[in-house]
């Protein structure tokens, strides 16, 4: 854990200067919402009736608790590291009871895992919330705080506010390709079918705004092809699958586009793009520069590249969680998770387009 502790100690002075500017009066803190997929859900799923789940052993096993929170990681999660860049507590999931009073002024997480940009994407986990479902949530989430400090301090909390959106793996993992000639598959042929998310994801995402939302960091898909479950089942002596990652190619520099247009549209850089893609197949090329030992074998799970099933009490566990790039078949370990979070923050436009959360925190501490 010691690049983690490196890390904490980095947050600790980031958490003393917000602490001293609140302390001023020159700045309170902002607000944090996440909406998407299993990469962002901080245990909304363990409220519902579905599969896909994260809520026991051994996920969890290095959150401080050492127990599961419905996080698909070993430890934190991508949105916990962000928090901790603005000096936050870690967002509840919006279904939690804890959810309420003071707490609702830190944010909330309305992301649920298996959920995709399409309403038909993860239809085999049968109770998740949608991507217009967490929309519908975030209004009424702003009528809740809104009771509690009036609309126009709600809305300043919203607009003031940081929002992170995951999705779009799920469209291709858990619909396009989840069976052989799969009804999308037959639909559309692949660049017709990124065409149409991409179009799909405009709307989400102008709704996003419609709604408050004013800085939105969106999120592109990793290497889909390079994960665990896809080199156990469709890759070749250790390949990358070469058709997700094609997916993955098409996809992710159409939604640079689409940002840049939105931005454009509204006059604003109120989009971020964040490139996962790179930031993952940093780990792929060249894992031993980040600590692993490997970015192609999951610390827990079972079959080749512990990428067949589930991660489950019945896995092969790896003892040190640290020095793999992923915890299960499909997601980042706790470690790697802090690295994109890192890259994030401080990545170069090649990583973070238009400009990184830290020039963007700069810049509105300014406003
Ligand atoms: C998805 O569902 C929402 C509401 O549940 C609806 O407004 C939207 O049009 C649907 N999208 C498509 C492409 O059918
Ligand atoms: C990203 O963040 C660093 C500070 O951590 C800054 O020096 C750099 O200029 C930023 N890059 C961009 C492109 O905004």
Excluded at 281 to 291: I, L, M, S
Excluded at 325 to 353: C, L, Q, V
């Amino acid at each position: 854990m010691a690049s983690c502790m490196v890390f904490a100690c980095y947050n600790i002075v980031i958490g003393i200067v917000v602490a001293l500017g609140s302390l001023t009066g020159a700045e309170a803190k902002r607000a944090f919402f996440v909406f998407g997929d299993s990469l962002v859900d901080n245990g909304n799923n363990n409220f519902l009736a579905t599969s896909a789940r994260a809520d026991s052993p051994p996920y969890g096993i290095d959150y401080p608790s050492g127990r599961p929170t419905g996080r698909f990681s070993n430890g934190y999660n991508i949105p916990d590291f962000i928090s901790q860049q603005l000096g936050a507590e870690s967002t509840l999931p919006y279904l939690s009871p804890e959810l309420n009073g003071e707490r609702l002024l830190v944010g909330a997480n309305f992301a649920s895992a298996g959920i995709g940009i399409l309403n038909d994407t993860g239809i085999q986990f049968v109770n998740i919330i949608r991507i217009y479902r967490q929309l519908e949530y975030f209004e009424e989430y702003q009528q809740r705080v809104s009771a509690l400090i009036g609309a126009e301090a709600t809305e300043r909390l919203v607009n003031g506010a940081l929002v992170l959106i995951t999705l779009g793996g799920n469209d291709f993992v858990n619909n396009y390709y989840l069976v052989p000639f799969s009804a999308r598959s037959r639909q559309y042929n692949l660049p017709d079918y990124v065409k149409y998310l991409i179009s799909e994801y405009k709307k989400i995402l102008r709704r996003l705004y419609d709604i408050g939302a004013r800085r939105v960091l969106v999120t592109g898909t990793g290497p889909l092809g390079c994960v665990p479950a896809e080199l156990a089942q469709r890759g070749r002596n250790g390949e990358c699958s070469a058709e997700l990652q094609r997916a993955a190619s098409l996809f992710n520099p159409q939604l640079v586009q689409l940002i840049s247009q939105l931005n454009s549209e509204i006059d604003s850089n109120v989009f971020i793009g964040v490139n996962t893609q790179l930031m993952h197949t940093d780990f792929v090329t060249n894992p031993q520069a980040y600590g692993f030992i490997t970015a192609k074998v999951a610390c827990c799970g079972q079959g080749p590249y512990n990428g067949l099933g589930l991660c489950t009490v019945a896995s092969n566990l790896c003892p040190n969680r640290d020095i793999y790039a992923f915890w299960d078949a499909f997601h980042p370990s706790e470690r790697a998770n802090s690295f994109i979070a890192r890259k994030i923050f401080s990545g170069t436009t090649e990583y973070m387009y238009p400009m990184n959360l830290s020039t963007i925190l700069a810049l509105d501490s300014k406003n």
